[in-house]
């Protein structure tokens, strides 16, 4: 890894709290650790009980999204810069989940496209985004409805 992409890797996690990163092979028998590894990260804290499920639900949905989403990738980019990324951090009482998944070259533009049309939108409109894809039962190839996307 570039000393740049070090220094950038370590300005974002520095800070105190608990950090879990990681890149490697994903398989749907790590869920049920995941889901220990959320419990014991909520466990010393005094956060409310929908939020601690509330956290779990969102940490199981990304992760087995990079399973059941990711692109097949050449053995260089699984092993190297395309890899996905599954990162959960506290910091300050807060907690971020983060999922970085590879796409194939083909679905990157009209990706691009889908993101730019829900940009700018407040929490509201994309609640009504989602509820209105899950009404019309409509779902990608891959099966997931999400955001229309």
Sequence with gaps: MELAAVHTLY?????????FLYSGSFHDEHTVHLISLGEQMVAGTDM????????????????????????????????GAGRSVFLVRERNAMFEVVAINAIPDDEAQELRSILARIDGHDQKQLKE???RALQSG??????????GL
């Design 11 to 19: 300005d974002a996690l520095a800070g105190g709290g608990t950090v």
């Design 48 to 79: 409310e009980r929908s939020m601690r499920n509330k956290l779990g639900f969102i940490m199981v949905e990304s992760y087995q999204n990079i399973i059941r989403h990711r692109a097949q990738l050449g053995h260089a980019l699984e092993t």
């Design 129 to 131: 985004m989602f509820l």
């Design 138 to 147: 409509k779902t990608t190839e891959r099966g997931g409805a999400g955001l």
